[in-house]
């Protein structure tokens, strides 16, 4: 399958805002420069339909765009081009399996991202990453919510959870998952599933990993709360700074008390328990 790539013109703190914005449209994946936001979608059954929903988000931030269809099979050259290691402190790192091993960090993640989210360049990402760093995973049933490439799943699981079940509703990352927990050594603690929290019949999680959009999270808060056991832990990201205050009032209502808040760029990552 081909893909469309979008182009967005904009300062890095205003890509920010632009992949937040376009979250809900069915890009999968979002490269982040120094002068461009590039934004990859399957080629949909309609173009002019999408484009015209991108032209209502970003013409009131007076960003404009460019559209060019990209062969598929050309995916690999693009991301191995820009995909480089990155650390979280000595805690993690993260690199793709044409990379080195890495030294220094306490748990090493091969993520071959394809086209699918989350390789932990991303603040969402890594500070999701920063938070899990502080919590015990040892012997613990884990929901990855909306995993993209398995990369929070794969960490859990190196943490020692026992159980986790990762949910995606985009067939490559549904498959990326599957490739990466294989790759890892960690496929009989990671359970993939495609679709929505529909298809997620578990319940009684000990912790709960929500790296996605605002108003993907917003909506699901109350499902989140009853697949929570009593005592559990909510991680949520995918948050504008800017979104914090709706964010938290929506999370008090469903019965979630903020513990701890990250902030890294324009993005903000909350643990509520």
Known sequence: M?????TFPAAPDLQEILVALLGDLPFDTFEEGSENLMAFVPMPADVAALSAEV???VEPLGVGFSVQEIPYQNWNVIWESNFQPITVGDFCGVRADFHAPMEGVQHEIIINPKMAFGTGHHETTHMVMQLMADLDFREKRVFDFGCGTGILAILAAKLG????DAVDIEPP??????????INGV???VHALLGDLSVVEGSGYDIILANINR???????????QKLKQGGILLISGILKTDRDLVLAEALQHGFSPVQTLEKGNWLAVRLH
């Not at 081909?2 to 979008?6: A, G, K, S």
């Not at 959870?161 to 986790?164: D, E, Q």
């Not at 990352?173 to 294989?182: G, I, R, V």
Request: aromatic share 12%; proline share 3%.
């Open 2 to 6: 081909n893909y469309l790539q979008y």
């Open 55 to 57: 032209q209502e988000i």
């Open 161 to 164: 959870a026992v159980a986790i």
């Open 173 to 182: 990352s549904f498959e990326n998952t599957l490739e990466n927990a294989k």
């Open 187 to 189: 496929s009989d603690a």
């Open 215 to 225: 108003g993907v999270i917003l909506d699901a808060f109350p499902t989140l709360h």
